[in-house]
């Protein structure tokens, strides 16, 4: 079972955080947006911040470094909106 690491930047907070988690293989190999979907769920079971929607302005992955980069916004549940940026990739 592959680990992916993401690095998350989020505007407001001045908040910069890099989490490791476990997913299968078709995961690790999928697209953008459903890498981004199971970090975020990593994020909801494990972080305790309350339920976060996300919307993703951009996503990309570069398919020789196998790094997922994604743009957007989060909605956390008081309606306090913050931009993020996330880069994924296997961990070292």
Do not use: W
């Not at 592959?2 to 995961?27: C, I, N, Q, W």
């Not at 459903?34 to 992955?61: C, L, P, S, W």
């Amino acid at each position: 079972m592959p680990t992916l690491t993401a690095t998350l930047m989020h505007g407001k907070r001045d908040a910069e955080g890099t989490y490791s988690f476990d997913v299968s293989d078709t995961t690790a190999a999928d697209t953008p947006v459903r890498i981004m979907r199971a970090f975020m769920e990593h994020i909801q079971a494990t972080a305790n911040v309350g339920h976060i929607d996300y919307e993703i302005n951009a996503a990309m992955k570069n398919r020789d470094k196998q790094i997922t980069t994604v743009i957007g916004e989060m909605v956390f549940e008081a309606g306090n909106r913050e931009p993020f940026t996330c880069f994924i990739a296997l961990a070292p």
